[in-house]
């Protein structure tokens, strides 16, 4: 297939518009699972931040305030002097560079410690603090235990919770990282997801071309177990059989339409340019002139019956149902067919229930069952039979059955006598347009049942079988006013 | 008579025209349905023919229908290209009195343009019926020509019948289908002809003077004149 070709006659407004809808709902999507994926870390990290936070800070004033108790006790065995050598001595160790100390006289003046002087901003009271404090040159947050000593004595444990910040700033880079690598991925799930989906869908958008430019043949690749989009192709696949079905049965009829109408016609146009060239006698003009209407009438009355069949086949006439007697109807026909009968040497006959209810439209069951007989008449031989029946089935059904002693139909042709135009070999030369017996299928149709073809051993029997009308008949044969018949009521429609 | 045709196509209008007149009758035209709802109703017609789609806003059922108001009785034959059964009934509800499908023949036309006429004319509860010496007694339904009893299939009785309500007019094959067979489609056969001529064969054959002759191009006539 031809891609240019194919992206020239493809969808020429449609396209561009599908494919930026597309673009915008493979981004939503994507979009949408990033935030999600966001919101899901998030949900995952406040939890496990707020534990973090609670437990440190609650371990780590319980870890100040057993260090300060442990350090006064010392304080209370043996004195100021002992504390402030432990606390120096501490100090000078440098372990937990983190601790700070601070062991003050009443006055608040430094004894011992790693903090030079008395914070300002620790209240006299003692408790539990956390400021911010000025340390070494740097401003830094602190949690600090503050015990006040017998005599006055001030002692400050506490920890430069500064030392852990760049822990949490690790954690938040951590989370940070997630979220980007979530997004990235994310993002290029979206674009490869999209960049799939698109190769597909332009894969349906080249077949639909490829039909567009007039080869039905083509079909969406399709697996018999797959995915959604599978599906969808398969679903489409049924769709374009179902097209290409009714395309070739167009195709067959505009072929067969032109062949039966091109031929009267080039019968007409011979007849008419050989009048023009040879201007033979008058008569014999007359003769020709003559003739070529009925040609003219040929072709007119092809075009009625494929009119009748595509009024009949968009089941308007449903509309003008009445009830009608099916047996009266067949009467009338093979009433007016036994003169064709008598002179083919063919016996006509008709079995009839006394009434035959049904509803329907007269005048298409009248054509319905003159063409079945007209068809009987011109395949049975001379010395055959032709029964038309009506009769009450057991059901309670009314059955309609027009049988003859012809050649029949072979059993694989008996679905094609019923297409448009179709001929079988047996009728060749036989006069007819192919369209009878469509015409009688589409009948049955629309009163909702079926145009049946048996063997009748030998012979065709064509049967179909009708739901019986319970009401009463009101007007029997006839829903076509006469003329005249509703003369002056004007009926304004 | 005196016809009026309400039509907008040129070459029916000219074939339907110069067949009036040929046939001797003499015929006024109008394009339009305005011109012709004009002329309808100011004029006195034996028929009109009226064309079912017509430019302008008025077409022919609407002119029917107005006619039909203000009282006019005039017998009204609608030509239509449309041919469903539907819109036949919805033509002769409006108050045509008859269609006729285009394309026509002319002898169909004139065929059914008479047969309107006269029978707004006669049209009455007759209880027999005479053509020449062909008589036809409608309540013990018997037929005799001259002093001889003719025996009729019921059917053949009933064509006849028609033909003899229509005497020296033209009748039509279609005609004959759609008021003896009440058959309003073309069976594509010629089996009307058939069954002309068994009829012919019984109320003919052992007489001088035929009654019912053939029509070249257009159908039949019982006739009592040669």
């Given at each position: 297939?031809?891609e ?30 990033i ?30 305030q057993?260090?300060?108790q442990?350090?006064a ?65 740097h ?41 980007v ?13 999209r ?20 080869d039905?043949?083509?079909r ?17 696949n ?27 016609l ?8 050989e ?15 003559d ?36 047996a ?19 016996r ?38 032709i029964?038309v ?10 059955e ?18 019923t297409?448009?135009?179709?001929r ?5 030369g ?9 015409l ?8 909702g ?6 063997d ?14 319970t ?23 | ?6 039509e ?25 349905g ?13 028929a ?65 343009l ?19 010496d ?13 002093d ?25 094959r ?47 006539t019982?006739?009592s004149?040669?």
């Open positions: 297939m031809n240019q070709g194919a992206a020239r006659v493809s969808l020429p407004e449609a396209g561009p518009r599908h494919l930026r809808a597309l673009r915008s709902s493979a981004l939503k999507l994507s979009v949408g699972y935030g999600l994926g966001l919101l899901a870390l998030v949900l995952f990290a406040a939890p496990l931040w707020y534990a973090w936070r609670v437990t440190i800070e609650d371990s780590r004033m319980a870890i100040l057993a260090d300060a442990r350090l006790q010392v304080f209370r065995r043996e004195g100021p002097r002992a504390l402030a050598g432990l606390l120096s001595e501490r100090v000078g160790l440098q372990i937990a560079n983190e601790r700070l100390l601070l062991f003050a006289d009443p006055q608040l003046k430094p004894l011992a410690g790693n903090i030079d002087r008395w914070p300002a901003q620790v209240p006299l009271t003692p408790g539990f603090n956390t400021l911010r404090l000025q340390l070494d040159g401003e830094t947050e602190v949690a600090l235990v503050h015990l006040l000593l017998p005599g006055g004595y001030h002692l400050l444990v506490g920890r430069d919770t500064g030392f852990y910040v760049p822990l949490e700033r690790r954690f938040w880079y951590a989370l940070l990282g997630a979220a690598i979530l997004s990235t991925f994310g993002a290029l799930g979206g674009i490869l997801i960049r799939a989906l698109m190769a597909r869908i332009h894969l349906v958008r080249q077949t639909v071309s490829a039909i567009m430019l007039g039905l043949t083509h969406l690749p399709a697996e018999p177990e797959g995915d959604e989009l599978n599906t969808l192709s398969q679903t489409i049924r769709m374009l059989n179902q097209i290409e079905q009714l395309v070739h049965g167009v195709r067959n009829v505009s072929n067969a339409v032109a062949h039966d109408l091109r031929t009267p080039a019968e007409l146009r011979v007849r008419l340019e009048l023009s060239l040879t201007r033979p006698a008058p008569e014999h003009t007359f003769a020709e002139i003739a070529a209407v009925s040609d003219v009438d040929r072709v007119i009355s092809i075009f009625n019956a494929l009119l009748r069949l595509a009024e009949i086949d968009s089941g308007m006439r449903r509309s003008g149902f009445v009830p009608v007697d099916l009266e109807i067949a009467a009338a026909a093979v009433d007016f067919y036994q003169p064709a009968g008598e002179i083919k040497g063919a006509l006959q008709l079995v009839r229930a006394d009434t035959a209810p049904v509803r329907g439209d007269p005048v298409l069951l009248a054509q319905a069952i003159s063409n079945l007989i007209d068809n009987a008449l011109k395949y049975t031989p001379a010395g055959g039979n029964l029946s009506v009769s009450r089935r057991a059901d309670q059904c009314i309609l059955a027009v049988a003859d002693s012809g050649p029949g139909i072979a059993e694989g042709d008996r679905s094609k006598v297409e448009r135009f179709y079988g070999d047996a009728s060749r036989t006069p007819g347009v192919g369209l009878g017996l469509s009688v299928e589409a009948v049955a149709r629309l009163h049942t079926m145009l049946e073809l048996e009748n051993h030998p012979g065709l029997r064509a049967s179909m079988v009708l739901g019986q009308d009401r009463p008949i009101e007007r029997p044969a006839t829903a076509v006013p006469k003329p005249g018949e509703l003369q002056h009521e004007p009926v304004y429609l | 008579m005196k016809v009026l045709l309400v907008d196509n040129e070459r029916v209008t000219q074939f339907v025209l110069k067949g009036l007149t040929e046939s001797g009758h003499t015929a006024d035209h109008a394009s339009n305005r011109d012709g709802m004009f002329l309808a109703a100011s004029e006195p017609y034996d009109i023919v009226l064309d079912r789609m017509l430019p302008g806003d008025i077409d022919g059922l609407a002119i029917i229908e107005a006619l039909r108001k203000a009282g006019k009785r005039t017998p009204i034959l609608i030509l239509s290209a449309l041919s469903d059964v539907d819109e036949r009934i919805r033509g002769l509800r409006a108050g045509g009195d008859d269609y006729l499908t285009k394309p026509f023949a002319f002898g169909e036309l004139l065929a059914r008479d047969a309107l006429t006269r029978r707004s004319q006669v049209e009455s509860v007759q209880t027999r019926l005479e053509v020449a062909l008589r036809m007694d409608l309540l013990t339904r018997k037929v005799t020509r001259g001889r009893d003719i025996a009729l299939q019921p059917r053949e009785f009933k064509l006849l019948e028609y033909l003899m309500r229509h005497a020296d007019q033209v009748v039509t279609t005609m004959l289908l759609e008021n003896v067979w009440d058959y309003h489609f073309d069976p594509q056969t010629n089996l009307i002809d058939v069954h002309i001529s068994k009829l012919r064969q019984k109320i003919d054959a052992d007489f001088d003077r035929p009654l019912l002759r053939t029509v070249r191009n257009a159908g039949y019982l006739s004149h040669e």
